[in-house]
């Protein structure tokens, strides 16, 4: 509210949603060539962001 803190409309599942999809973005962004995205085109920076997300899958 306009008092700060927890806005009036918070729902935690919600939030919980977002913090694993933030977590993940941030997970992908640890490999250099997402991060910085060296690739030109958007098939091949597609292709990265696929590997990355094997690579992340294939360790946990």
Do not use: M
């Amino acid at each position: 509210g306009s008092a700060g803190g927890r806005p009036t409309g918070f729902d935690a599942e919600r939030y919980k949603a977002r913090n694993v999809v933030e977590r993940a973005i941030n997970r992908l962004k640890n490999f250099r060539a997402v991060a910085t995205r060296y690739d030109k085109r958007a098939y091949i920076f597609h292709g990265t962001i696929t590997l990355a997300a094997l690579i992340i899958w294939l360790r946990t």
